[in-house]
């Protein structure tokens, strides 16, 4: 027979003060971990995998960005009629050659920000097949106007609609907004790929090339001819497994959050130990009772156990509350020196929540389980006659 | 004194197992406080150190990818109060593999010395006189584990050539300490004379004149296809570690918050072990023990607990970035992280701190409980 739960609900009143110190130790060590993983989801978020599994992405050999790849004109004629390049209904190749280059924005707290620019064609919407114009129209070539990701409208002077942005060498107008289901994309801006070379003086050189596969194309030996073909040299790759790099960093970024994370939940969880351990030797003439009435070792063990994962469920619950604030936060992620900077905004998701709530209870259990084991093993007889 | 000593040490021994759990839990807490407060503090320090400096940097305004024409550099170099002029050009090679990327930087061979005297050049004739000659700095060093009069092969990315250098010598004393530098006229000749400096690092003849020399050098090219902005060392390298802020912040907000729980277990602890000893502290006083001196040995024993726990934690996280340090390459930059000893000094006040605040309120109400009472209430 189970002991009755309201036993360990009300227990957990009898000890007031200390149980809600040792709850407020655990709420803290929750919220830190809920603020931790809302930024990684916002990273995530920003470096989601946005992509087509029909397109892919050409940079220079061995390189690891699109920012340290340099392609030319030759290269790019050399391989925009190859047949497995879908083409459209006119007959000309889905390929979109970009520019991704960055410009210096002051940010937050005297920050020097990459602010991304991308150089495209009005063609490559038709490679790009995710992005929107939410607001405003797509750009006209020529005339030095942008369009800029959703996630940096008012975040830099100049960045909203119908304004003048001052970038380079030139003063383009803001002409539309847009968004791309996530994705880095939505942190850039993006200008007329002519106007943006001549800008930087880049003449005809790009930084990567995207395009669209022919229904019928096989990859493995496509990737291999670009490689091996000595006019075009570069290397190609699926834009799936490209966004895979891309993401590395924030995947070590994660791994920070729960080393933190889980070094302070250890703390919390020697913390939850000795307010159990006071607890089961306080209650030891309880305990006696509980046993001279019949209850089993097991109960009185799973008795504790439900106690102290109780009392870290509440304090769970504390913590997530203290960290929703939180939520939503918009800010921007750096990396180090030429990294681009990236707007991303801080999600608190329900699967962040339920996580949350799981670490607490795990606290709990942990921090219970040699407390409880004692409690199960209390002699009868002696706790009685202690009394 | 000895006999209250003793008498601490006897009651830590009391309950071994909750002195060494609350132990364990501050320890492992100012373990984490003070490798996230290190971050911020390093930072800060990094900073500290180059704002004493002479440097500029006069670089472009408007992004890396705007590079500066190299003819600035004479009117650079004829500006009042300009000493020396060093340009740098970010190369960005790769060695081996595309993971094992550190900058690699061109520069002027015959005035680097001159505008980084303070950054413990070795191997400078060296690299004044070999046109492949190239300096390593001592991390990257550690990190492939080179040495000096190796030739290595650096990968051109952002330009089309490979570099064979030859290493003269090395950096010390950097603000990083991940990084190459080798002749700027070494990478005209290989990229095909395009001419372009990313960086003017301009030295002045005295600190103070160095906001009138920045000012001077944007007015110079200001309105031109190249205009610049130039800023001492300072503001250059923090507009930079800026870039991290947010990190930065979530670091020390983190460190307060682990303060804070530490503080409420410690707290909890204190109490609990104060409470359970009600019957015995009033026997104390009824023996003729003053309330100031049970105050004083509850206060010492808690104080005792919480700084044995900051000593483990402080030396867990000095030995671990000691380790890593040494195996400098699994964490690429953050490899010049160290624990400054500032922070070791403060994450010892705040155990401090926290074993004499937890203590504080159940040891007065002890020490001050009427003493009939708690006897009748304990039997």
Redesign the interface.
């Known amino acids: 027979m189970a002991v009755p739960f309201k036993y360990n609900w009300k227990s957990l009143f009898v000890r007031r003060v200390s149980n809600a110190m040792t709850a407020g130790g655990i709420a803290l060590v929750v919220a830190v971990f809920v603020v931790a993983m809302a930024m990684v989801a916002g990273l995530d978020s920003t470096i989601k995998d946005t992509s087509s599994p029909d397109t892919m992405i050409i940079l220079s050999k061995g390189v690891d960005s699109e920012l340290t790849s340099r392609i030319t004109l030759d290269q790019l004629d050399a391989l925009k009629f190859l047949p497995s390049i879908k083409r459209d209904g006119t007959g000309n190749p889905l390929v979109s050659p970009e520019l991704a280059e960055q410009i210096f924005m002051s940010g937050a707290g005297n920050s020097l920000d990459n602010l991304p620019i991308r150089g495209a064609l009005p063609e490559s919407l038709k490679v790009h097949d995710k992005i929107r114009i939410v607001s405003g129209r797509m750009l006209q070539p020529g005339l030095n106007e942008v369009i800029i990701g959703k996630l940096i409208v008012n975040q830099y002077p100049g960045c909203s609609l119908d304004s003048d942005l001052v970038l380079g060498r030139r003063t383009w107008k803001v002409v539309g907004v847009f968004e791309s289901g996530g994705g880095s994309f939505e942190s850039e801006v993006w200008a007329d790929l002519h106007s943006l070379q001549d800008d930087s003086l880049r003449n005809s050189s790009f930084n990567s090339i995207r395009f669209k596969l022919a229904p019928d194309a096989d990859v493995a030996s496509l990737v291999q001819r670009m490689a091996d073909d000595p006019r075009i040299n570069l290397e190609a790759k699926t834009e799936a497994d490209y966004y895979k790099e891309q993401s590395a960093y924030a995947a070590r970024l994660r791994i920070v959050g729960l080393v933190v994370a889980g070094i302070m939940a250890l703390a919390a969880i020697f913390a939850a130990m000795n307010t159990m351990y006071a607890a089961v030797s306080a209650r030891t003439s309880e305990i006696g009772t509980l046993r001279a009435l019949g209850f089993g070792p097991a109960a009185i063990m799973t008795s504790f156990l439900v106690e102290s994962s109780l009392l870290a469920f509440v304090a769970g619950i504390i913590g997530v509350i203290l960290a929703l604030p939180v939520n939503g936060l918009s800010t921007k992620f750096n990396g180090v020196l030429s990294a681009p900077t990236l707007a991303f905004n801080l999600q608190i998701t329900s699967g962040i929540v339920i996580q949350a709530l799981a670490f607490a209870v795990i606290i709990g259990l942990a921090g219970g389980w040699l407390p409880a084991r004692q409690a199960m093993r209390v002699s009868v007889v002696n706790a009685l006659r202690r009394k | 004194m000895t006999k209250y000593a003793l008498l601490i040490f006897k009651n830590l021994l009391r309950s071994k197992?909750?002195t060494i759990?609350?132990i364990?839990?501050?320890a492992?807490?100012l373990?984490?406080f003070a490798l996230?407060v290190s971050l911020p503090t390093f930072v800060n320090q990094v900073l500290a150190d180059t704002s004493s400096s002479v440097r500029i940097s006069c670089h472009?305004?408007?992004?890396?990818?705007?590079p500066l024409p190299e003819a600035y550099r004479v009117k650079v170099a004829a500006t009042p109060h300009v000493v020396a002029v060093a340009t740098a050009v970010?190369f960005?090679g790769?060695y081996h593999e595309?993971?094992d990327?550190f900058?690699s930087i061109a520069t002027d061979p015959e005035t680097f010395a001159d505008v980084f005297s303070d950054w413990g050049l070795s191997g400078v004739d060296q690299f004044k006189k070999i046109k492949t000659a190239c300096l390593v700095a001592q991390g990257t060093m550690r990190r492939f584990n080179l040495h000096v009069g190796q030739q290595i092969q650096i990968?051109g990315?952002?330009?089309?050539v490979n570099l064979t250098l030859n290493i003269v010598g090395t950096v010390a004393n950097a603000p990083s300490q991940d990084f190459l530098i080798f002749r700027s006229d070494y990478f005209e000749e290989a990229v095909g004379n395009p001419h372009i400096v990313d960086i003017f690092w301009v030295k002045v003849d005295d600190s103070r004149n160095l906001p009138q020399v920045a000012a001077a050098l944007d007015r110079q090219f200001a309105n031109s296809?190249s205009e610049t902005?130039s800023e001492s060392e300072a503001?250059f390298v923090?507009?930079?570690f800026?870039?991290?802020?947010?990190f930065l912040k979530?670091a020390e907000?983190?460190g307060l918050?682990?303060v804070?729980?530490?503080g409420?277990?410690a707290?909890?602890?204190a109490?609990?072990s104060i409470r359970e000893r009600r019957g015995e502290i009033a026997v104390m006083r009824s023996m003729g023990f003053p309330s100031r001196v049970i105050f004083l040995l509850l206060i010492a024993e808690s104080l005792a607990i919480a700084l044995i726990g900051g000593a483990l934690g402080c030396s867990a996280a000095f030995g671990l970035l000691k380790v890593f340090s040494l195996n400098a390459d699994i964490l690429g930059?953050i490899v010049m992280l160290r624990i400054p000893p500032v922070v070791l000094g403060e994450a010892m006040v705040v155990a401090m701190l926290i074993g004499l605040l937890s203590a504080c309120i159940p040891a007065y109400s002890a020490s001050r409980r009427n003493i009939v009472e708690t006897l009748r209430m304990i039997d």
């Open positions: 197992r909750r759990l609350t364990i839990s501050i492992v807490s373990f984490i996230l472009t305004k408007m992004g890396w990818d705007y970010f960005g790769i595309a993971s990327q900058p990968r990315t952002l330009f089309p296809s902005r503001a923090g507009s930079i800026a870039r991290v802020g947010i979530v907000l983190i918050v682990v804070v729980a530490i409420l277990v707290a909890n602890t109490a609990m930059p």
